[in-house]
């Protein structure tokens, strides 16, 4: 059974930074893609950064380039997002996603598990 946990949401003021992290089990995690969005209320979910298995290629929404930093460590099977600058804006539920397949992508319909989702909220 393939789980993805994530942790380390919160609430934060404006101009603050949080890391997330999105733990994985039940599947190998070194040679899947893996990914970031978010959905903030009445919303649909949005891609905000994705990476290949390798780590040697990542993509960002244009909104959070220069703010947030997508990493992973294959070694503990977890995923990170790095998020300074924080705005309002980027209110919202966080979900990391996996895809069987190695390379990243930016599309929702393209990923194959998902976990519970953080709150983010940043205080204006």
């Known amino acids: 059974q393939v789980q993805l946990v994530e942790s380390g949401g919160g609430l934060v003021q404006n101009g603050g930074s949080l890391r997330l992290s999105c733990t994985v089990s039940?599947?190998?995690?070194?040679?899947?893609?893996m990914g970031w969005f978010r959905q903030a209320l009445g919303k649909e979910r949005e891609f905000v950064a994705a990476?290949?298995?390798?780590?040697?290629?990542?993509y960002y929404l244009d909104s959070v380039k220069g703010r947030f930093t997508i990493s992973r460590d294959n070694a503990k099977n977890t995923l990170y997002l790095q998020m300074n600058s924080l705005k309002f804006e980027d209110t919202a539920v966080y979900y990391c996603?996996?895809?069987?397949?190695?390379?990243?992508?930016?599309?929702?319909?393209?990923?194959?598990?998902w976990g519970q989702g953080t709150q983010v909220t940043v205080s204006s």
């Open positions: 996603a996996l895809r069987s397949r190695s390379l990243a992508n930016t599309l929702v319909r393209n990923y194959d598990y």
């Open positions: 039940g599947r190998t995690f070194s040679n899947a893609g």
């Open positions: 990476i290949s298995s390798s780590g040697g290629s990542t």
